[in-house]
T-cell receptor, first 112, second 114 residues
Framework: KNQVEQSPQSLIILEGKNCTLQ??????????LRWYKQDTGRGPVSLTI?????NTKSNGRYTATLDADTKQSSLHITASQLSDSASYIC???????????FGPGTRLSVLP | DAGITQSPRHKVTETGTPVTLRCHQT?????MYWYRQDPGHGLRLIHY???????DKGEVSDGYSVSRSKTEDFLLTLESATSSQTSVYFC?????????????FGPGTRLTVT
């Protein structure tokens, strides 16, 4: 069964600290992996997208990594800010069409 | 939210009543989607549309129907709402039906079925 798991379920850090969120998937075939940020009460917004051949992608303070062999991805947030408080969702695509598998998300809270 | 509006934003309805949610886009994107989001679950696809009057079922389509009579509007109808359909519903749009396309989400509609 195609699945995407994320850990931790929730995370609390202090402003200015770094953190890493994890995503494990069993989606096959694999086409790409995306990370979305979802603020409370809003729709998800794309942060990064990586294909099979990419193992690192950065977007400002966000850096995503992908290990297609172990089917793992991580999202590293550097020098966290209060505005980083949100849910982060990992989405794996299995190819053309509508085979998008969403993870349950990690809820990040950044405290002052 | 990339020119996507959803209405209503919040709705409370009773079991057994029909409910229609509307998604409106100003981006002229060909593809439109309806997802539901529940605690502990990822977003799950209900239905999608690949053109005017062209729709197909997603992972959790039972109890839902859709219609798309114009490029800019995609309607989701709950024929007879049940408590299990209490959820947050998101509309999304995209331009290309390939796995590398960008998908933009609307602000969501919170539906409560009592």
């Amino acid at each position: 069964k195609n699945q995407v798991e994320q850990s931790p379920q929730s995370l609390i850090i202090l402003e200015g600290k770094n953190c890493t969120l994890q995503c494990n998937y069993t989606v096959s075939p694999f086409s790409n992996l995306r990370w979305y940020k979802q603020d409370t009460g809003r729709g998800p917004v794309s942060l990064t997208i990586m294909t099979f051949s990419e193992n690192t992608k950065s977007n400002g303070r966000y850096t995503a990594t992908l290990d297609a062999d172990t089917k793992q991805s991580s999202l590293h947030i550097t020098a966290s800010q209060l505005s980083d408080s949100a849910s982060y969702i990992c989405v794996v695509s299995g190819g053309y069409g509508q085979n998008f598998v969403f993870g349950p998300g990690t809820r990040l809270s950044v405290l002052p | 939210d990339a020119g996507i509006t959803q209405s209503p934003r919040h709705k409370v309805t009773e079991t057994g009543t029909p409910v229609t949610l509307r998604c409106h886009q100003t981006e002229n994107h060909r593809y439109m989607y309806w997802y539901r989001q529940d605690p502990g679950h990822g977003l799950r696809l209900i239905h999608y549309s690949y053109g005017v009057k062209d729709t197909d079922k997603g992972e959790v389509s039972d109890g839902y129907s859709v219609s798309r009579s114009k490029t800019e509007d995609f309607l989701l109808t709950l024929e007879s709402a049940t408590s299990s359909q209490t959820s947050v519903y998101f509309c999304a749009i995209s331009e290309l039906l390939t796995s590398s396309y960008e998908q933009y989400f609307g602000p969501g509609t919170r539906l409560t079925v009592t």
